[in-house]
Structures are given as structure tokens and as C-alpha cells.
């Protein structure tokens, strides 16, 4: 969902600016010329021309002089719908233009366009989204079901989208930009149609347009000698093409217009009697994504023969069970995705969070020639992909062994303690980590060996051992309070006690042994790596693992697949101990500022010694609801011979200064809203429930206090836990320490202090007892100080 969202919608129509629209010159929808809609065309031409190569530049990667009118794209790449996943076109539009203009004055000066605004900048193709069956689709997922749909390349259409609008690279689009993407429905001498509005609409109004063409349909400039135009005025003559196949005649369908030798010569400038549609086709396509007149490309493979029974049998790896780790990073191992056991599961890399994670566990079989099939332990499946798709690098999948399928086969060499794997296939071809960098969920693919072998496509090998004798873990499964050991009196704890998703966790006091927003079950998972878990929503400790980086808040999240940000390596030191991430082992649970106070945040931090306390954490068993044992350095508490007694009973009392006992705990002028101001005042009635307040026990001699008059509690701000804050009445809220009083008994009477701050407590402003004085906190300074000193008396109302 977008939030902050701004849309100026000026209501005239004055034009920002000319865009290349080769749609312009479109023969669809046709109408009969006259001479004065020929003329008046030419002359926009001649006066606009300078517009149309605006995003255009120079390019040294791709040459003019190879453009052939009859050739522009051949049909083997409009059709090639494999060239781009939605993912590595949404990746391409996020490359040419990352939304980052922050300039939005701009659109002020041009009210009759639309633009989206959005958190102080322009939102441009690669972030914008497009309303379809109530669902928001990005311009990459409009791009690939319209490619898949029509089975027409998406680098055609991305092409397209550009050469038409300039959209892919505009940093700041408009509506009309949006409105007519790819041109179509816009004859040469009439407004555009309506009818073909929306992004959505034109790019699949496009495909199905090159698909017809390439179907057989109708076309003006059929495969064969054709007369083409140089421009839209007949005047400026034109020359035979012969065209050479269907897609560059669907091309010819959209835009009728070939560059003449001038258009050729300046590009990418204008010329007289120019018409540049085409021509920019060409060269952007080439730019981004190479010849677009390939035919279908033919490649010699090298396969490696299966062993037969005269193959060396002596192999380089021992038949059994391996973890294998890249090279780029060692705590990345192959993985098989979900830990699935389907038929075409996916291989991914993943950290170890358990040496008993069978989807990291292979078994490597020797055939001959040390030549070796890599199957699953989970599974029981092989390493394996589409040989099909070789071309497009696809990624590894698990299949039913069939050991005359050369995919299923690899080829292994050894430099020093590094392997290599070799699809049978075609010896130039390794297992790598896509993309060359590893993180969570990277794709493992077949792809071109590189030449010197690149890191991606070197792996390490580690035996799995079965254990001898079983394995004790360092914390035993069960439910727990964690404990910070910068102070022993603070804990890991829900904020809010909310069970919600992004739950946040905290620092708090205990007020409550039976509070479950401070409970937290901890599960072994094998190799002293451990899921926490909320007793209060079942929850995990987690974090964004798209930011495992210094400071990166921990919040609650419901269970994941294999989520490194939930699986957490314990490690033993004096006093307790550290919790590491399996996302990143140098980083562990931390006190944010090494900070222990009400509502400090939790967070992950580098772990920089082992006696820093902010990543020290101890444990305190729960045996039963109101008993709990610590681990491992403090001693088990005795139980209680006696049940607990509270040093107040539950009930309703009145509450006086020690100061004046005539004046008693009141809320200002009776008041029963949220925030009504608590003062001193004379009792005038015993009645008077402005100053009955009923006093109940959490635990621990806590205590909230609430209101008679409105069932409202003692309450301040918990932004400014300081002196002089002052007391009001609050509905009540989940765990909010400005509503929980600790009590401490005197002589004399109580003191209540915050929970928030506990050397701060109920305090009468300027131990000043009179009518309307203010209460508020402030800092206990002595045992003896009647300001903070209250009396109790039992209501019988």
C-alpha cells in the first residue's frame, strides 16, 4: 500500500512537453488525408523535430550504419519471450531509472499535466503501479503477462514504451506519458482513441498487435518489395524496402515511416524530411539489449560422455554426504528452497542455521571418470535444470534421477580444497551462484565458465558426521525470562503486549510473574541454534533480513521457512549468554546505547567483546506460573513457604497528604474525560468519587490506580519521565509503566513510585498542601519526605 500519497490533477490541458510519439505517424485507424492535414503534419514535424531524439544519445556500443530498412528486428527476437523474467525486468527499469527526482516544483509549472508525487519525489515507471481487477500491478508485471500473453519479447515492449514516451528513462512522467505508453490508437490526423487508454491497455493493445502480424495477419507492408514513405508529406518521396520477414513488417504496421539518409547520417539528430521512429527502434534495442536482427542462435556444446564400465572408478570425492558452501562466502550453503521434496524444487543458497537441515544435506555418488550425481538427502532427488533453456542460465532444480539425462551429470575437478562442477552437457558450462553475490535465497544456475574461474563457481566441501553420542544443547527447551545484564531488574518484553506482526520488543520491568508479553519459549534446532518465541502470540524474534545491518530494530514476526532473522546461535559466557543471528554470526541481540531503561529498544548490533553486558543476556527458567529457576549463573530460589501478601489489599480507598491529612487525592472539577488534572482538595462528601480510588494489586507490590469516577487511571506522560511531570487520568493501556505504581511501605504511610522511572514517585508540587495544587512525579530524595507520603484510608463507597 502507498502512503503519503499526492496527486496534482490540474484541470486544463496545456502540454509539459512534446514526447517521441511515433504513434504519430501510426496507419491504425487510418483516415483519408487531405492536403492542409498533410501540410500542417509536415510542419509540426519540421518545428518539433529537435523534441523527438530528446532521450537519446550517442552510442558508441551499437552502429548505425548496420540499419537495414527491410531488417530491422528479426522474428526469432520479437517472438523470444525467455529473454526476461518479471523479476529481471523490474530489475532493468529500476536500473535505467531509480525514481530519485526530487525536483517536484517543477509540475507547478505545468497544470494541465497529472504527476505522482510521493514522499517528496517524482514516482517514475519502475515504482509506478496500475490498477487491474482490484489488484495494484507494476509496469513490470503489465510488461510480462502482455509478453507471455501474446508471446512477444519484453525487451520489444520495453522498447517500444521508450521509443514512444521516453517512460522508461523520464524521471518525471505525466499522465498523458501513462495515457498513451506505447502510441497505439493514435492516428496521424486525428486525437488519440479513447478507447485505448491506460497503460495497461497500450502495452497489451501493442503485443497483440506484433502478435497478429507475426500470426499472418493483416499488415500494410507485407514480407516483399514495398514502397515506404520517408515521411508522413508524400512530398519528401520515399524508396523500395524489400522487407524480409513478419516482424519487421508488424513494425512498418505501427509506425509506416523509414529514415531517409540524412535521418541515418545525423542520427541521433533530425533531418529534413526525417522520420525517426524506426530508426530509434533500432538503436535503442541494440543500445539495451543487443542485435535485434539475430536469428535464432545456434551453439555447438561440448558433453561429456557418461561412464561406461571401463571408466576410472577411483574419483576425487568420497562416495557420502555433503554440506557445499560457495566460495564468495562459506557460510552460504546449497539449499533446497522451502525444504521442499516436489519434483522441479529449487536450489537456492542459505546460511546453516542446523547441521540437521537435511535441505542442505547431498549426497554424492561417484559414476566413473569422477563424473557424480548430486542428490538431495531430503529428497532423494538430483541436482539437475532445463536443458531447454540452457541459453538463459536457469536455475538449478531437484528431479527424479534418470542417469541418462547429461543434466543430472556433473563433472568434478579439484584445485587445492576447491571444486568445480561441470554440467555433461557441455563442459564449458559450471554450477554458480547467480549473479556473482551471495545472499539469502540466491539462485544456483548453470552458466559460461568464466575465464579465470570466478569465485561464484568455485565450492567447498564439509562431510556431514553422524554424531556418536548425543548431543546436549546449552539450553534446555522450555519457556523463560530473559534478562538484560546491564540490569537484572529489566527484560525482554513485548511493547504494548501486542500480538501483532511487528510487534516491538523492549526493555521493561517485571511487574507481573504471569505476564506473558515478558515470557518467551526458546527451542533447540540443533547445533545450539534456537527459535525464541512470545508466550504471549507464539511469535518469533525477528528483524528484516533486507538490512542486517547495525541498529536494525527486532520486532516480533509470525513463523518463516528457514528465516535466518528467527534462528538465533547461542553462545555461553560468564553471566549469561550471547544470541548471534544466523543471518550474520558477527551480529547479536543488543540494548540499544548499552542503555537499560523502560522501553529501550532491542536491536542487532557487531559483536565487539565478550564482556559487553548491552549483548549479555541471562536466563531465568519458568518451572511453574509463579516459580522460575536461572540460568546458568544464579542459584534457584527457595519457594515460598507462605502464599505472597501484598502490602495493599485490593479495594477502594481515600488518599491523603501526609502533609495536611484534610486534603485528600481529587480529580479536578470531577471530571470524567481522558487527561482530567489530579490535585489536592478538601473531602466535602464521602461520596465524592472525584475522590474514591480503587487500588489494585498486579504482583510484586504493583498496583494500578483507578479512578471511581471514571474507571480511568493514574497516569502521566511516559515521553517525559522527568520532575515536574504532571498527573493525569488515562483509559487504561497495555503495559504502560506510567500506570503502574510500585509500592513501598513507611512510616507514615506509602510511597508510590512510576515503574517507569522507580527512583521517581507520586509527588504534591511544592510540598504545598492546598486547595488545586498539582500532583506530579518527582525524585525521591528522602524516607522522610511527606510530599510523597500518602496515607490510606479504606472507602466503604
Same mark, same amino acid.
Given at each position: ?36 492535414? %498533410? ?6 514535424? *519540421?518545428?518539433? *523535430? ?50 530519485? =527526482? ?7 509549472? @505545468?497544470?494541465?499535466? $497529472? ?59 505525466? &499522465?498523458?506519458?501513462?495515457? *498513451? ?32 502480424? %507475426? ?80 536469428? !535464432? ?32 562466502? #562459506? ?9 521442499? $521434496? ?9 546460511? #546453516? ?12 555418488? &561417484? ?46 575437478? $579439484? ?85 501483532? =506482526?511487528?510487534?516491538?520488543?523492549? %526493555? ?70 550471547? @544470541? &548471534? ?25 557487531? !559483536? ?20 522460575? /529457576?536461572?540460568?546458568? /549463573? /544464579? ?94 487520568? %488515562? ?67
Amino acid at each position: 500500500m502507498k502512503k503519503d500519497l499526492v496527486r496534482i490533477i490540474p484541470q486544463d490541458t496545456l502540454k509539459r512537453r512534446k514526447r517521441i510519439n511515433l504513434a504519430f505517424y501510426s496507419t491504425f485507424y487510418r483516415t483519408s488525408r487531405n492536403i492542409l492535414a %498533410l501540410v500542417f503534419v509536415f510542419f509540426m514535424i *519540421s518545428t518539433l *523535430s529537435f523534441l523527438l531524439t530528446k532521450n537519446l544519445k550517442e552510442s558508441k556500443a551499437y552502429d548505425i550504419s548496420k540499419f537495414n530498412a527491410g531488417n530491422i528486428i528479426s522474428d526469432y527476437t520479437m517472438s523470444n519471450v525467455s529473454t526476461m523474467t518479471e523479476a529481471q525486468i523490474q530489475e532493468f527499469l529500476t536500473s535505467k531509472n531509480p525514481c530519485n =527526482d526530487r525536483n517536484i516544483q517543477r509540475a507547478a509549472n @505545468f497544470p494541465g499535466y $497529472k504527476y505522482h508525487i510521493e514522499n517528496g519525489k517524482f514516482v517514475c515507471l519502475s515504482e509506478e503501479t496500475f490498477e487491474y481487477n482490484g489488484e495494484k500491478q507494476t509496469a513490470a508485471r503489465v510488461i510480462f503477462e502482455a509478453s507471455r500473453d501474446f508471446q512477444i519479447n519484453p525487451q520489444v515492449l520495453i522498447t517500444l514504451i521508450e521509443k514512444e514516451q521516453s517512460l522508461v528513462t523520464d524521471t518525471w512522467p505525466n &499522465h498523458i506519458q501513462y495515457r *498513451s505508453a506505447t502510441g497505439f490508437g493514435c492516428p496521424d490526423t486525428a486525437a488519440c482513441d479513447s478507447k485505448y487508454y491506460g497503460f495497461r491497455n497500450q502495452v497489451r493493445n501493442a503485443a497483440r498487435l506484433f502478435r497478429d502480424v %507475426l500470426d499472418g495477419g493483416y499488415t500494410n507492408y507485407p514480407v516483399g518489395e514495398n514502397f515506404i514513405y520517408y515521411n508522413p508529406n508524400f512530398a519528401c518521396g520515399g524508396s523500395k524496402v524489400n522487407i524480409e520477414n513478419l516482424a519487421t513488417s508488424a513494425l512498418y504496421r505501427y509506425t509506416p515511416y523509414q529514415p531517409n539518409a540524412d535521418a541515418l547520417k545525423n542520427y541521433p539528430g533530425t533531418s529534413y524530411c526525417g522520420a525517426y521512429g524506426n530508426r530509434n527502434f533500432y538503436m535503442l534495442f541494440g543500445r539495451w539489449f543487443g542485435d535485434p536482427t539475430i536469428s !535464432k542462435q545456434v551453439v555447438k556444446f561440448k558433453p561429456i560422455a557418461k561412464p561406461d564400465a571401463s571408466s576410472n572408478k577411483q574419483g576425487i570425492i568420497q562416495d557420502g554426504k555433503y554440506y557445499i558452501s560457495t566460495n564468495l562466502n #562459506q557460510k552460504f550453503y546449497i539449499d533446497v528452497q522451502y525444504a521442499s $521434496k516436489n519434483e522441479n524444487a529449487l536450489a537456492q543458497m542459505y546460511s #546453516q542455521w542446523s547441521k540437521e537441515n537435511l535441505a542442505q544435506q547431498w549426497q554424492f555418488t &561417484h559414476l566413473g571418470n569422477n563424473i557424480y550425481t548430486i542428490k538431495s538427502v531430503l529428497s532423494n532427488k538430483n541436482l539437475s535444470y532445463n536443458f531447454n533453456d540452457v541459453l538463459n542460465q536457469p536455475q538449478i532444480k531437484l528431479t527424479t534421477e534418470n542417469l541418462d539425462d547429461c543434466s543430472s551429470r556433473w563433472k568434478i575437478t $579439484k584445485d587445492q580444497n576447491q571444486y568445480i562442477f561441470y554440467s555433461s552437457c557441455d563442459e564449458n558450462r559450471t554450477l554458480r551462484v547467480r549473479g556473482d553475490s551471495v545472499t539469502y535465497a540466491t539462485p544456483v544456475e548453470i552458466n559460461l565458465s568464466s575465464s579465470p574461474t570466478k569465485q561464484s563457481e568455485k565450492w567447498q566441501l564439509e562431510q556431514v558426521v553422524d554424531a556418536s553420542t548425543p548431543f546436549k544443547p546449552l539450553i534446555e527447551d522450555g519457556n523463560y525470562y530473559i534478562k538484560t545484564t546491564l540490569n537484572p531488574n529489566f527484560y525482554l518484553d513485548v511493547a504494548f503486549s501486542s500480538p501483532a =506482526d511487528y510487534a516491538r520488543i523492549q %526493555l521493561y520491568s517485571q511487574w507481573s510473574k504471569e505476564n506473558k508479553a515478558q515470557i518467551w519459549n526458546i527451542k533447540h534446532l540443533g547445533s545450539n541454534k534456537y527459535q525464541i518465541k512470545s508466550a504471549l502470540s507464539g511469535k518469533l524474534l525477528s528483524f528484516n533480513t533486507n538490512h542486517v545491518s547495525n541498529n536494525e530494530p527486532i520486532f516480533l514476526l509470525s513463523e518463516g521457512n528457514n528465516n535466518c532473522s528467527q534462528i538465533w546461535q547461542a553462545e555461553q559466557v560468564e553471566g549469561g549468554f550471547f @544470541f &548471534h543471528t544466523t543471518c550474520d554470526e558477527t551480529k547479536a541481540l543488543d540494548v540499544n546505547g548499552a542503555y537499560a531503561y523502560y522501553g529501550t529498544q532491542i536491536q542487532i548490533w557487531d !559483536k565487539w567483546s565478550k564482556t559487553n553486558k548491552a549483548q549479555i543476556w541471562s536466563l531465568e527458567k519458568i518451572t511453574s506460573a509463579n516459580e522460575a /529457576t536461572t540460568t546458568p /549463573t /544464579t542459584p534457584t530460589s527457595a519457594p515460598a513457604s507462605t502464599p505472597f501478601k501484598p502490602l495493599i489489599e485490593d479495594g477502594n480507598y481515600y488518599i491523603k497528604t501526609t502533609l495536611n491529612p484534610n486534603f485528600y487525592l481529587d480529580v479536578a472539577f470531577s471530571s470524567p474525560a481522558d487527561y482530567a488534572r489530579i490535585q489536592l482538595y478538601s473531602q466535602w462528601s464521602k461520596e465524592n468519587k472525584a475522590q474514591i480510588w480503587n487500588i489494585k494489586h498486579l504482583g510484586s507490590n504493583k498496583y494500578q490506580i483507578k479512578s471511581a469516577l471514571s474507571g480511568k487511571l493514574l497516569s502521566f506522560n511516559t515521553n517525559h519521565v522527568s520532575n515536574n511531570e504532571p498527573i493525569f487520568l %488515562l483509559s487504561e493501556g497495555n503495559n504502560n509503566c506510567s500506570q503502574i505504581w510500585q509500592a513501598e511501605q513507611v512510616e507514615g504511610g506509602f510511597f508510590f513510585h512510576t515503574t517507569c522511572d522507580e527512583t521517581k514517585a507520586l509527588d504534591v508540587n511544592g510540598a504545598y498542601a492546598y486547595y488545586g495544587t498539582q500532583i506530579q512525579i518527582w525524585d525521591k530524595w528522602s524516607k522522610t519526605n511527606k510530599a510523597q507520603i500518602w496515607s490510606l484510608e479504606k472507602s466503604l463507597f
